[in-house]
Protein backbone atom coordinates (compact mmCIF):
# COMPACT_ATOMS: atom_id res chain seq x y z
CA UNK A 1 0.00 0.00 0.00
CA UNK A 2 0.64 3.71 0.12
CA UNK A 3 1.38 4.25 3.61
CA UNK A 4 1.19 2.52 6.85
CA UNK A 5 -2.45 0.45 7.69
CA UNK A 6 -3.41 -0.23 11.09
CA UNK A 7 -6.19 -1.74 11.70
CA UNK A 8 -8.93 -1.54 13.88
CA UNK A 9 -8.85 2.23 14.26
CA UNK A 10 -10.66 2.46 17.18
CA UNK A 11 -11.02 -0.25 19.85
CA UNK A 12 -13.11 -0.76 22.52
CA UNK A 13 -12.90 -3.34 25.34
CA UNK A 14 -13.92 -4.94 28.29
CA UNK A 15 -11.52 -5.57 30.91
CA UNK A 16 -9.33 -9.19 30.58
CA UNK A 17 -9.93 -9.86 27.11
CA UNK A 18 -7.45 -10.56 24.62
CA UNK A 19 -6.94 -7.36 22.14
CA UNK A 20 -5.03 -7.88 18.73
CA UNK A 21 -3.81 -4.98 16.90
CA UNK A 22 -2.39 -5.17 13.18
CA UNK A 23 0.16 -3.19 11.25
CA UNK A 24 1.04 -3.21 7.99
CA UNK A 25 3.91 -1.89 7.10
CA UNK A 26 4.96 -0.08 3.58
CA UNK A 27 6.12 -2.34 1.15
CA UNK A 28 9.88 -2.85 1.08
CA UNK A 29 10.47 -1.59 4.74
CA UNK A 30 12.61 -3.79 6.98
CA UNK A 31 12.01 -2.08 10.16
CA UNK A 32 8.86 -2.07 12.26
CA UNK A 33 7.95 -0.57 15.36
CA UNK A 34 5.23 -0.19 17.62
CA UNK A 35 4.88 3.25 20.14
CA UNK A 36 2.30 3.62 22.54
CA UNK A 37 0.76 7.40 22.63
CA UNK A 38 -0.91 8.11 25.63
CA UNK A 39 -1.71 11.42 27.28
CA UNK A 40 1.40 13.48 28.38
CA UNK A 41 3.33 10.69 27.70
CA UNK A 42 4.81 10.96 24.57
CA UNK A 43 5.90 8.28 22.59
CA UNK A 44 7.05 5.07 24.26
CA UNK A 45 8.68 2.88 22.58
CA UNK A 46 7.85 -1.16 22.69
CA UNK A 47 9.27 -3.23 20.26
CA UNK A 48 11.25 -3.14 17.20
CA UNK A 49 11.84 -5.40 14.17
CA UNK A 50 14.76 -5.59 11.95
CA UNK A 51 14.34 -7.36 8.98
CA UNK A 52 15.01 -11.57 10.24
CA UNK A 53 16.97 -10.42 13.41
CA UNK A 54 15.53 -11.20 17.07
CA UNK A 55 13.39 -8.30 17.92
CA UNK A 56 14.13 -5.80 20.25
CA UNK A 57 11.32 -6.47 23.11
CA UNK A 58 13.03 -4.41 25.73
CA UNK A 59 10.34 -1.61 26.13
CA UNK A 60 7.06 -4.31 26.24
CA UNK A 61 5.55 -3.34 29.59
CA UNK A 62 4.64 -6.57 31.18
CA UNK A 63 4.25 -10.09 29.77
CA UNK A 64 0.37 -9.56 28.77
CA UNK A 65 2.48 -7.78 25.87
CA UNK A 66 3.76 -9.67 22.75
CA UNK A 67 4.05 -8.93 18.93
CA UNK A 68 5.23 -10.58 15.91
CA UNK A 69 6.20 -9.74 12.49
CA UNK A 70 4.94 -12.66 9.92
CA UNK A 71 7.16 -13.35 7.02
CA UNK A 72 9.21 -9.49 7.56
CA UNK A 73 5.90 -8.14 6.86
CA UNK A 74 2.93 -7.72 8.50
CA UNK A 75 3.08 -6.95 12.49
CA UNK A 76 0.35 -8.04 15.31
CA UNK A 77 0.93 -6.72 18.90
CA UNK A 78 -1.41 -9.04 20.85
CA UNK A 79 -2.40 -7.42 24.26
CA UNK A 80 -3.61 -9.98 26.74
CA UNK A 81 -6.21 -10.03 29.70
CA UNK A 82 -6.47 -6.15 29.24
CA UNK A 83 -6.31 -3.34 31.96
CA UNK A 84 -7.31 0.21 32.24
CA UNK A 85 -4.04 1.49 31.63
CA UNK A 86 -3.67 -0.08 29.08
CA UNK A 87 -5.72 2.45 27.24
CA UNK A 88 -4.18 4.38 24.61
CA UNK A 89 -3.16 5.22 20.83
CA UNK A 90 -1.29 2.31 19.63
CA UNK A 91 1.26 3.13 16.37
CA UNK A 92 2.87 1.42 14.29
CA UNK A 93 6.09 3.08 12.47
CA UNK A 94 8.10 1.31 9.45
CA UNK A 95 11.55 2.50 7.86
CA UNK A 96 13.50 1.14 5.46
CA UNK A 97 17.07 2.21 6.05
CA UNK A 98 19.12 0.40 8.59
CA UNK A 99 21.21 1.75 10.66
CA UNK A 100 18.80 4.13 12.74
CA UNK A 101 19.24 6.92 9.93
CA UNK A 102 15.83 6.30 8.40
CA UNK A 103 12.92 8.29 8.31
CA UNK A 104 10.14 6.59 10.15
CA UNK A 105 6.57 6.37 8.49
CA UNK A 106 3.29 6.10 11.28
CA UNK A 107 0.37 4.83 10.58
CA UNK A 108 -2.81 6.45 11.84
CA UNK A 109 -2.52 4.72 15.08
CA UNK A 110 -4.74 1.73 16.81
CA UNK A 111 -7.05 3.73 19.83
CA UNK A 112 -7.74 0.93 22.40
CA UNK A 113 -9.95 1.98 25.20
CA UNK A 114 -10.39 -0.62 27.97
CA UNK A 115 -13.52 -0.28 30.22
CA UNK B 1 20.59 2.78 26.06
CA UNK B 2 19.71 6.34 24.77
CA UNK B 3 17.03 8.72 26.59
CA UNK B 4 15.37 12.01 25.31
CA UNK B 5 14.41 15.11 27.34
CA UNK B 6 11.94 17.62 25.77
CA UNK B 7 12.28 20.27 28.69
CA UNK B 8 8.78 22.02 28.01
CA UNK B 9 5.77 20.01 27.62
CA UNK B 10 3.72 23.09 26.49
CA UNK B 11 4.67 26.57 24.85
CA UNK B 12 2.46 28.95 24.01
CA UNK B 13 3.15 32.16 21.19
CA UNK B 14 1.84 34.65 19.63
CA UNK B 15 1.87 34.80 15.70
CA UNK B 16 5.11 35.80 14.06
CA UNK B 17 6.89 35.35 17.15
CA UNK B 18 9.93 33.05 17.29
CA UNK B 19 9.98 29.50 19.32
CA UNK B 20 12.49 27.39 20.01
CA UNK B 21 11.85 23.85 21.38
CA UNK B 22 14.19 22.60 23.54
CA UNK B 23 15.37 18.46 23.37
CA UNK B 24 18.14 17.14 25.14
CA UNK B 25 19.62 13.41 24.63
CA UNK B 26 21.56 10.90 26.17
CA UNK B 27 23.67 8.15 24.80
CA UNK B 28 26.85 6.60 25.18
CA UNK B 29 27.38 6.30 21.53
CA UNK B 30 26.91 8.18 18.53
CA UNK B 31 23.55 9.26 17.68
CA UNK B 32 21.31 10.59 14.33
CA UNK B 33 18.47 13.09 15.79
CA UNK B 34 14.65 14.00 14.50
CA UNK B 35 12.34 16.08 15.02
CA UNK B 36 8.98 15.12 14.34
CA UNK B 37 5.33 16.99 13.96
CA UNK B 38 2.22 15.95 14.81
CA UNK B 39 -0.91 18.11 13.67
CA UNK B 40 -4.20 17.84 15.30
CA UNK B 41 -5.81 14.74 14.24
CA UNK B 42 -2.79 13.53 11.90
CA UNK B 43 -0.14 11.24 11.90
CA UNK B 44 3.62 12.05 13.08
CA UNK B 45 5.64 13.38 9.98
CA UNK B 46 9.17 14.03 9.63
CA UNK B 47 9.97 17.62 10.23
CA UNK B 48 14.37 17.44 10.19
CA UNK B 49 16.66 15.06 10.87
CA UNK B 50 20.31 14.98 11.61
CA UNK B 51 22.68 12.29 10.20
CA UNK B 52 26.05 14.26 10.13
CA UNK B 53 28.19 17.18 8.85
CA UNK B 54 26.91 20.44 9.05
CA UNK B 55 25.25 21.28 12.81
CA UNK B 56 22.73 23.49 11.65
CA UNK B 57 19.79 21.53 9.69
CA UNK B 58 16.98 22.85 7.87
CA UNK B 59 13.36 20.68 7.81
CA UNK B 60 9.97 22.19 6.44
CA UNK B 61 7.59 24.71 7.27
CA UNK B 62 10.94 26.94 8.01
CA UNK B 63 11.80 24.70 11.00
CA UNK B 64 15.72 24.42 11.72
CA UNK B 65 17.44 22.44 14.42
CA UNK B 66 21.21 22.90 15.86
CA UNK B 67 23.50 20.20 17.35
CA UNK B 68 25.03 20.97 19.72
CA UNK B 69 27.37 18.07 20.50
CA UNK B 70 28.96 19.26 24.44
CA UNK B 71 25.86 20.13 25.63
CA UNK B 72 24.17 16.79 23.71
CA UNK B 73 21.02 19.29 22.51
CA UNK B 74 18.87 19.85 19.08
CA UNK B 75 16.84 22.46 19.61
CA UNK B 76 14.39 23.43 17.33
CA UNK B 77 13.96 26.91 16.63
CA UNK B 78 11.42 29.19 13.91
CA UNK B 79 12.10 32.56 13.41
CA UNK B 80 8.18 33.22 12.66
CA UNK B 81 5.45 31.39 13.67
CA UNK B 82 1.92 30.52 11.95
CA UNK B 83 -1.77 29.98 13.73
CA UNK B 84 -0.80 26.82 10.90
CA UNK B 85 2.39 25.96 13.17
CA UNK B 86 -0.15 24.68 16.54
CA UNK B 87 1.03 21.18 16.95
CA UNK B 88 2.61 18.41 19.12
CA UNK B 89 6.66 18.32 18.28
CA UNK B 90 8.78 15.40 19.33
CA UNK B 91 12.31 14.94 19.73
CA UNK B 92 13.87 11.69 19.01
CA UNK B 93 17.22 9.97 19.01
CA UNK B 94 18.53 6.72 17.57
CA UNK B 95 22.38 5.95 18.08
CA UNK B 96 24.71 4.06 15.65
CA UNK B 97 24.69 1.07 17.30
CA UNK B 98 21.40 -0.50 18.42
CA UNK B 99 19.20 1.52 15.83
CA UNK B 100 15.77 1.92 17.46
CA UNK B 101 14.25 5.13 17.55
CA UNK B 102 13.47 6.43 20.98
CA UNK B 103 10.95 9.93 21.50
CA UNK B 104 10.77 12.11 23.71
CA UNK B 105 7.34 13.14 26.18
CA UNK B 106 6.68 15.94 22.86
CA UNK B 107 5.81 19.90 23.24
CA UNK B 108 2.66 21.35 22.61
CA UNK B 109 3.26 24.54 20.94
CA UNK B 110 0.16 26.85 20.79
CA UNK B 111 0.40 29.50 18.34
CA UNK B 112 -2.04 32.24 18.88
CA UNK B 113 -3.01 34.95 16.70
Known amino acids: GAGVSQSPSNKVTEKGKDVELRCDPISGHTALYWYRQSLGQGLEFLIYFQGNSAPDKSGLPSDRFSAERTGGSVSTLTIQRTQQEDSAVYLC?????????????FGEGSRLTVL | AQSVTQLDSQVPVFEEAPVELRCNYS??????LFWYVQYPNQGLQLLLK??????LVKGINGFEAEFNKSQTSFHLRKPSVHISDTAEYFC???????????FGAGTRLFVKA
Open chain 1, 93 to 105: ASSINTGGTGELF
Open chain 2, 92 to 102: AVSDTGGFKTI
Open chain 2, 50 to 55: YLSGST
Open chain 2, 27 to 32: SSVSVY
